[in-house]
Structures are given as C-alpha cells and as structure tokens.
C-alpha cells in the first residue's frame, strides 16, 4: 500500500491543524493504521492508532488534543490536531502494518509497521 500525507504547515500555539494520509488501497480493517511523529534530535514516536474495531489509542502527549479517524470510502486517514503546542513540532507519517490483530499492542513501534508515508512537516511557534 502507498501511504501520502498532506495537511502539515506552520501554526502559533493553540492552532490547529487537520493531517490526511491517503491510501492506494482499502485500509479500513485491513491494516493497523498509525501516525508517527519525529522531532529533530529524537526518535520517532507513536502518536495514535486506529485499529480494525474502530478503537483508538493515544500518546498520552496528546490525549485529549489530537483525534485520530478514518473514512473507510476515501481510504483516508486523518488526524485532528487542536491546542497545538510547540514541543508538537515534528514531521508527521503515517504507518500501515499487516499485524493488524495486534494492533493494540504494537500501534507505536516502529519495527512492526510495513509502509510509510514521506511525511509533512508541523511547526508550532510560540
């Protein structure tokens, strides 16, 4: 599957920002779907996930600012980012894994996930 992002830019504090990530193929159910996010000088993270039940799980960085969904007929992958703060400051990826019926394990680490989007980039100033 080929994964493209879109969506990044450059906001003040407290903005927000809506990231897509769309897919060449159905992902809905399918595949453990995941945003990244890397920030110069430190690994890359997991931000959410959106497994096949529909269940989603957060970074606690950013539980209850961010909102990760999917709309199954686009083969799109979305993340709502509000209250944005500096230290949200990173590029952003989108992920697939095929290791889809452990997605709430392995939702946010690197090694289980199988394709990748190129990234776009967030910046949050002050």
């Known amino acids: 599957v080929q994964l493209v992002e879109s969506g990044g830019g450059s906001v003040q504090s407290g903005g927000s920002l809506r990231l897509s990530c769309a897919a060449s193929e159905y992902t809905y159910s399918t595949y453990c779907m995941s945003w990244f996010r890397q920030a110069p000088g430190k690994e890359r993270e997991g931000v959410a996930t959106?497994?096949?039940?529909?269940?989603?799980t957060y970074a606690d960085s950013v539980k209850g600012r961010f909102t990760i969904s999917q709309d199954s007929a686009k083969n799109t992958l979305y993340l709502q980012m509000n209250s944005l703060k500096p230290e949200d400051t990173a590029k952003y990826y989108c992920a697939a894994s095929v290791s889809i019926y452990l997605c709430s394990v392995i939702w946010h680490r690197i090694k289980h996930f199988d394709y990748w989007g190129q990234g776009t980039q967030v910046t949050v100033s002050s």
């Open positions: 959106f497994d096949s039940d529909g269940r989603t």
